[in-house]
């Protein structure tokens, strides 16, 4: 519909995304954050891709955005897992060994 | 306005609005399923931008894998006699919002300030009638995109295999 | 010899006078080498050898006596070495001079030699360091040859420290005694002031003529009037070197110590040639002495003359009654050289050689009997503690030494100057030509010198009976006070052979016919007649004056002399308080003088100086070792505080800066994430800006 509304609501919702990111503790709830920025992206991309019928260029950026960022998360958790295993919790800034 | 826009604007309200209770929940389970409001709104507001076959499959994959994967995952990740609470620690708001703050004024700066219709292509763009269909998409796949599709293919697979390998471990060490 | 001395760059050629000369300068030198070197090794440690070798120079000596007194002069120079001066050359030579008078220096120096060797051979058996004793001897002799051979200022003076040398060997030959090595050390001390005068002498001498050489003075002096003053400061100078050797007035102190040597030593060197020598140096530079420099000396030698004779008045020490007398005589000798009259002083030397040497043998005769009396009262078990050497002790030795009683007595009336002997002679000779000169001079107080020189013979007369009648006649005074000593006492006798006889050749040499056939008048004498001093002649009423006067006073003496100690036999009656006792007796305090006066302050300076020298020195020490200190500590401080101080505080700040950034690595994700996202946010704004 209209680009500028896609535009900022994507903006929103990647700032948002970031604050999420930076602010919680869990970090399931970074891995959540991160989920959400990556959809703000592909909410940007669908807002312009309104305009490109013939090549749909945007549709399938989002198309191998989605798969990306499903491996990602699947990665993604499973290192979470480790890091419960080893640290004995979610709390992400426990894992600060490398602190120095 | 008619129903489309408001339809439109509720569908935009949702995902601000989990995102928004993502960002003050204490609670990850609430917290999850903001995230499962705010994936269906955007997988609304593909299908008003004319890709369906997005839409359905940001529903699928998404809400039905990445998401069942992370409830999963906070139920492996939390402790046996609390129940995932977290708080939001002060020194971490300051940052958050310094950084998200910033960010979104620059980019709602340039947003504003910036004049899109300027752009040839987006001129031609909005005159044209959308030809999307699943058979289209499928085409090109197979034809103009066909080396990102094999990539991706290969991403998938050592995903599935990275994953299992890092979850066997875990299992292992479990065990 | 010949052959190696034709290698020296002579003036005139040597004859054959002059290599005899030198063979005999030579010979005790060959047997103070062998004898030093080889003598432990020789029998007898040598004495044969040395005796013999000497007894060679005597022959050669008389010979050459003959040859010159029958003959002629005979005179060599030779080139020692040049100095490059400004404008050509200095050269230094040295020269042989035989002349009459050196030649009776050398029979004299040679012959005594030979006495006292002889002698020597018996009076030195058994004692100690003997295998040293006549080598030095010998050095002696032959140092007391080169100064009478030389004609040459410098070799004489060469020759002349070298006989003061042996005197200090000779000395200080029994060193292990504390006092004989003092006296050693004051005999050389005295002279060696006595030298310093001499070496300035020298140098004015030098610095005027540019040469040392006497003949060659000798033309130059007439260009040259005497009385100037550098030349009389010269004349002085030398004088001062007779001062110390001749022991006259200022200088007499060392003389009356040095009897610690043994008495052969004492009879060889203060009796006849060491001492003498100042004299001889007299008559060698006689001829630029001025006229107020004699009378210098005239004043100096006659004083001398009565102060040794007071001291010899109450000495106790048998020795050292003839070692003032020696003192005394000297003083003679220098005042008639004083008064012009050195033909007068040189006959008194030549007399007084004999009958001094005559009664030191004789004295050491009877203190080596004195020595054997005591060994045998020890040895019988008598302990008593008595120096062999005190009159005290003595007496009633002419039943028992009859030779030695004779050859003493001679000599004594020689000495005393009894007609007959030989010192009437030249007493007489003297004594005349100085009331002569008196007589002559436009100041009255001159005619002092000759009331001295007749006080002095009155005096002489006493101290000799005194001493005659103390040692010889009486009882024994040691058996008067130790009767156990009595059987030892009846052993004594006559030494033996080889003491007895040079006493017998020197006590006849005391007799009046050697020198003149007239026993009254010196005038006639071979001597005098070879040996003539210029001036007035004397007049006839001194002839009969002077020594009617001494005859007089000298029976006068010995008539005191007997009335005080022939009939107090019993006792040594003797006054020992009172102003005149105490001044003889202490030799007129010249002892105390020098040490009080003398060594006191040299020594307190001295010490003050070392004081000073250490403080000053250490001080310095002291001051550049705590300035290193200070500095050391300071670079410590430095190098502890800016230096590790400036490295301390690069890591501190480095510490610092780590530190800073190091907390920007949380190891949390999250802030790492908000850094990239900062830092894009900076670069979209400055891109925007742009």
Same mark, same amino acid.
């Given at each position: 519909m209209?680009?500028?509304?896609?535009l900022?609501?994507?903006?929103?919702?990647?700032?948002?995304g970031?604050?999420?990111?930076?602010?919680?503790?869990?970090?399931?709830?970074? #891995?959540?954050?991160?989920?959400?920025?990556?959809?703000?992206?592909?909410l940007?991309f669908?807002?312009?891709?309104?305009?490109d019928q013939n090549?749909?260029?945007?549709?399938?950026?989002? #198309?191998?955005i989605?798969v990306?960022?499903a491996?990602?998360?699947?990665v993604?958790?499973?290192i979470?897992?480790? #890091?419960?295993?080893?640290?004995?919790?979610?709390d992400?800034s426990e894992?600060?060994?490398?602190?120095? | 306005?008619?129903?489309t826009?408001?339809?439109?604007? =509720?569908?935009?309200?949702?995902s601000?609005?989990?995102?928004?209770?993502?960002? =003050?929940?204490?609670?990850?389970?609430y917290?999850?399923?903001a995230?499962?409001?705010?994936?269906?709104?955007?997988?609304?507001?593909?299908? =008003?931008?004319?890709?369906e =076959?997005?839409?359905?499959?940001q529903?699928m994959i998404?809400?039905?894998?990445?998401?069942?994967?992370?409830?999963?995952?906070?139920?492996?990740?939390?402790?046996l006699?609390s129940d995932?609470?977290?708080?939001?620690?002060?020194?971490?708001?300051?940052t958050?919002?310094?950084?998200?703050?910033?960010?979104?004024?620059?980019l709602?700066? !340039? !947003?504003?300030?910036?004049?899109?219709?300027?752009?040839?292509?987006?001129?031609r763009?909005?005159?044209?009638?959308?030809?999307?269909?699943?058979?289209?998409?499928g085409?090109?796949?197979?034809?103009?995109? !066909?080396?990102?599709?094999e990539?991706?293919?290969?991403i998938?697979?050592?995903?599935l !295999?990275?994953?299992?390998?890092?979850?066997?471990?875990?299992?292992?060490?479990?065990? | 010899?010949?052959?190696?001395l034709?290698?020296?760059?002579t003036?005139? $050629?040597?004859?054959?006078?002059?290599?005899?000369?030198?063979?005999?300068l030579?010979l005790?030198l060959?047997?103070?080498?062998i004898l030093?070197?080889?003598?432990?090794?020789?029998?007898?440690?040598?004495?044969?050898t040395?005796? @013999?070798?000497?007894?060679?120079a005597? @022959?050669?000596s008389i010979y050459?006596?003959v040859?010159v007194y029958?003959?002629?002069?005979?005179?060599?120079?030779?080139? &020692?070495?040049?100095?490059?001066?400004?404008?050509?050359?200095?050269t230094?030579?040295?020269?042989i001079?035989?002349n009459k008078v050196?030649?009776?220096?050398?029979?004299v120096?040679?012959?005594?030699?030979?006495?006292?060797?002889?002698?020597?051979?018996e009076?030195m058996?058994?004692?100690?360091?003997?295998?040293r004793?006549?080598?030095?001897?010998?050095?002696?002799?032959?140092?007391?040859l080169?100064?009478?051979?030389?004609?040459?200022?410098?070799?004489m003076?060469v020759?002349?420290e070298?006989?003061?040398?042996?005197?200090?060997?000779?000395?200080?030959? &029994?060193?292990?005694?504390?006092s004989?090595?003092?006296?050693?050390?004051?005999?050389?001390?005295?002279?060696?002031?006595?030298?310093?005068?001499?070496?300035c002498?020298?140098?004015?001498? &030098?610095?005027?003529?540019d040469?040392?050489?006497?003949?060659?003075?000798?033309e130059?002096?007439?260009?040259?009037?005497?009385?100037?003053?550098?030349?009389m400061?010269?004349?002085?100078?030398?004088f001062?070197?007779?001062?110390?050797?001749?022991?006259?007035?200022?200088?007499?102190?060392?003389?009356p110590?040095?009897?610690?040597? /043994?008495t052969?030593?004492?009879?060889?060197i203060?009796?006849? $040639?060491m001492?003498?020598?100042?004299?001889?140096?007299?008559?060698?530079?006689?001829?630029l002495?001025?006229? /107020?420099?004699?009378?210098f000396?005239?004043i100096?030698?006659a004083?001398?003359?009565?102060?040794?004779?007071?001291?010899?008045?109450?000495?106790?020490?048998?020795?050292?009654?003839?070692?003032?007398s020696?003192?005394s005589?000297?003083?003679?000798?220098?005042? +008639?050289?004083?008064?012009?009259?050195?033909d007068?002083?040189l006959?008194?030397?030549? $007399?007084?050689?004999?009958f001094?040497?005559?009664?030191?043998?004789?004295?050491?005769?009877v203190?080596?009997e004195?020595?054997?009396?005591?060994?045998?009262?020890?040895?019988q078990?008598?302990?008593?503690?008595?120096s062999?050497?005190?009159?005290?002790f003595m007496?009633g030795?002419?039943k028992?030494?009859?030779?030695?009683?004779?050859?003493?007595?001679? +000599?004594?009336?020689?000495l005393?100057?009894v007609?007959?002997?030989?010192?009437f002679?030249?007493?007489?000779a003297?004594?005349?030509?100085?009331?002569d000169?008196?007589s002559?001079?436009?100041?009255?107080?001159?005619?002092?010198i000759p009331a001295?020189?007749?006080?002095?013979?009155f005096?002489?007369?006493?101290y000799?009976?005194?001493?005659?009648?103390?040692?010889?006649?009486?009882a024994?005074?040691?058996?008067?006070?130790?009767?156990?000593?009595?059987?030892?006492?009846?052993?004594?006798?006559?030494?033996?052979?080889?003491?007895?006889l /040079?006493?017998?050749?020197?006590?006849?040499?005391?007799?009046?016919?050697?020198?003149?056939?007239?026993?009254?008048?010196?005038?006639?004498?071979?001597?005098m007649?070879?040996?003539?001093a210029p001036?007035?002649h004397?007049?006839?009423?001194?002839?009969?004056?002077?020594?009617?006067?001494?005859?007089?006073?000298?029976?006068?003496?010995?008539? @005191?002399?007997w009335?005080k100690?022939a009939?107090?036999?019993?006792?040594?009656?003797?006054?020992?308080?009172?102003?005149?006792?105490?001044l003889?007796?202490n030799?007129f305090?010249?002892?105390y003088?020098?040490?009080?006066?003398?060594?006191?302050?040299?020594?307190?300076?001295?010490?003050?100086?070392?004081? $000073?020298d250490?403080k000053?020195?250490?001080?310095?020490?002291?001051?550049?070792?705590?300035?290193?200190v200070?500095?050391?500590h300071? +670079?410590?401080?430095?190098?502890?505080?800016v230096?590790?101080?400036s490295?301390h505080?690069?890591?501190?700040?480095?510490?610092?800066?780590?530190?800073?950034?190091?907390?920007?690595?949380?190891?949390?994700?999250?802030?790492?994430v908000?850094?990239?996202?900062?830092?894009?946010?900076?670069? @979209?704004?400055?891109?925007?800006?742009?």
């Amino acid at each position: 519909m209209v680009l500028h509304t896609y535009l900022l609501l994507a903006a929103a919702i990647f700032c948002l995304g970031l604050c999420v990111v930076l602010i919680k503790k869990n970090t399931v709830m970074v #891995l959540m954050g991160i989920e959400l920025m990556l959809n703000a992206v592909n909410l940007n991309f669908i807002g312009f891709s309104q305009f490109d019928q013939n090549l749909m260029q945007g549709q399938f950026f989002i #198309l191998f955005i989605l798969v990306i960022a499903a491996a990602e998360a699947a990665v993604g958790l499973a290192i979470v897992l480790n #890091l419960y295993n080893h640290f004995k919790t979610a709390d992400i800034s426990e894992a600060k060994t490398l602190q120095g | 306005m008619n129903l489309t826009e408001y339809i439109f604007y =509720f569908f935009c309200l949702l995902s601000l609005a989990g995102a928004v209770y993502m960002l =003050f929940s204490k609670s990850v389970i609430y917290s999850a399923f903001a995230l499962l409001t705010t994936l269906l709104g955007i997988a609304a507001l593909f299908v =008003f931008a004319g890709a369906e =076959f997005l839409g359905i499959a940001q529903i699928m994959i998404y809400i039905g894998g990445v998401l069942v994967l992370f409830l999963f995952g906070i139920m492996m990740t939390r402790r046996l006699n609390s129940d995932a609470l977290e708080k939001t620690g002060n020194k971490n708001l300051l940052t958050g919002i310094i950084a998200g703050g910033g960010l979104f004024t620059l980019l709602l700066i !340039i !947003i504003l300030k910036v004049n899109f219709l300027s752009l040839e292509w987006i001129q031609r763009g909005s005159t044209q009638k959308s030809a999307t269909g699943v058979a289209s998409i499928g085409v090109k796949l197979m034809t103009d995109y !066909i080396m990102p599709f094999e990539i991706a293919a290969l991403i998938l697979l050592l995903a599935l !295999i990275g994953a299992a390998v890092i979850a066997a471990r875990v299992i292992n060490r479990q065990s | 010899m010949g052959i190696f001395l034709s290698k020296l760059a002579t003036t005139n $050629t040597m004859d054959f006078q002059i290599q005899l000369a030198l063979v005999l300068l030579l010979l005790p030198l060959l047997s103070f080498a062998i004898l030093f070197f080889l003598g432990k090794y020789l029998p007898r440690k040598g004495d044969i050898t040395a005796t @013999l070798l000497i007894g060679i120079a005597t @022959l050669l000596s008389i010979y050459l006596f003959v040859d010159v007194y029958t003959g002629y002069d005979h005179y060599f120079q030779a080139e &020692w070495f040049k100095l490059i001066k400004p404008e050509g050359y200095t050269t230094f030579t040295f020269s042989i001079l035989l002349n009459k008078v050196s030649v009776m220096m050398l029979v004299v120096v040679t012959f005594i030699a030979l006495m006292v060797h002889l002698y020597s051979l018996e009076y030195m058996e058994g004692k100690r360091n003997y295998q040293r004793y006549f080598p030095y001897l010998a050095l002696f002799t032959f140092s007391m040859l080169g100064i009478v051979l030389s004609d040459n200022l410098l070799i004489m003076f060469v020759f002349w420290e070298l006989v003061g040398f042996s005197s200090y060997l000779l000395i200080g030959f &029994w060193f292990e005694k504390d006092s004989a090595s003092q006296a050693a050390k004051k005999a050389f001390l005295f002279n060696r002031v006595g030298d310093f005068g001499f070496i300035c002498g020298l140098l004015i001498l &030098w610095s005027k003529f540019d040469t040392l050489e006497l003949s060659i003075l000798k033309e130059q002096l007439t260009s040259v009037a005497l009385t100037d003053p550098m030349l009389m400061l010269a004349g002085i100078g030398l004088f001062c070197g007779t001062l110390g050797k001749s022991a006259q007035f200022p200088l007499m102190a060392w003389l009356p110590d040095a009897m610690e040597g /043994p008495t052969p030593v004492s009879a060889l060197i203060h009796a006849a $040639t060491m001492v003498a020598a100042g004299v001889y140096l007299l008559f060698k530079i006689f001829f630029l002495l001025a006229l /107020p420099v004699l009378d210098f000396i005239a004043i100096i030698g006659a004083l001398t003359a009565l102060m040794g004779a007071i001291a010899a008045i109450t000495q106790n020490d048998i020795k050292k009654v003839l070692a003032f007398s020696t003192i005394s005589q000297l003083g003679y000798m220098v005042m +008639a050289m004083g008064v012009g009259a050195y033909d007068a002083a040189l006959f008194h030397l030549l $007399t007084h050689a004999f009958f001094k040497a005559c009664l030191f043998l004789s004295a050491g005769a009877v203190i080596h009997e004195m020595h054997h009396i005591q060994k045998e009262m020890f040895s019988q078990g008598h302990y008593f503690e008595f120096s062999t050497l005190d009159m005290r002790f003595m007496g009633g030795l002419r039943k028992k030494m009859p030779v030695t009683f004779m050859a003493y007595l001679i +000599a004594t009336l020689s000495l005393i100057g009894v007609p007959l002997f030989s010192g009437f002679l030249s007493k007489d000779a003297i004594l005349i030509k100085t009331m002569d000169w008196a007589s002559y001079q436009t100041n009255p107080f001159k005619y002092l010198i000759p009331a001295a020189g007749l006080i002095t013979v009155f005096i002489t007369a006493f101290y000799m009976g005194r001493q005659l009648i103390m040692v010889f006649f009486g009882a024994s005074r040691l058996v008067q006070k130790y009767p156990a000593a009595g059987k030892a006492f009846d052993h004594a006798s006559d030494p033996g052979i080889f003491m007895k006889l /040079p006493l017998l050749i020197l006590a006849t040499l005391s007799l009046f016919p050697i020198f003149s056939f007239n026993p009254f008048d010196a005038a006639g004498s071979w001597f005098m007649l070879n040996v003539s001093a210029p001036g007035n002649h004397a007049e006839l009423l001194f002839h009969y004056l002077v020594p009617f006067a001494t005859i007089l006073l000298g029976a006068l003496g010995l008539f @005191l002399a007997w009335k005080k100690y022939a009939q107090a036999t019993s006792s040594l009656a003797e006054k020992k308080e009172g102003f005149w006792y105490a001044l003889s007796a202490n030799n007129f305090y010249q002892d105390y003088a020098t040490k009080h006066y003398i060594e006191k302050p040299v020594l307190w300076m001295a010490n003050k100086m070392h004081i $000073t020298d250490q403080k000053v020195i250490d001080g310095v020490l002291h001051s550049f070792v705590i300035t290193q200190v200070i500095i050391a500590h300071i +670079a410590a401080f430095v190098d502890k505080y800016v230096i590790d101080g400036s490295i301390h505080l690069l890591t501190y700040l480095s510490g610092k800066v780590a530190d800073l950034f190091r907390k920007w690595q949380t190891g949390g994700i999250q802030s790492y994430v908000f850094y990239m996202i900062a830092a894009i946010l900076a670069i @979209l704004i400055l891109i925007i800006k742009n």
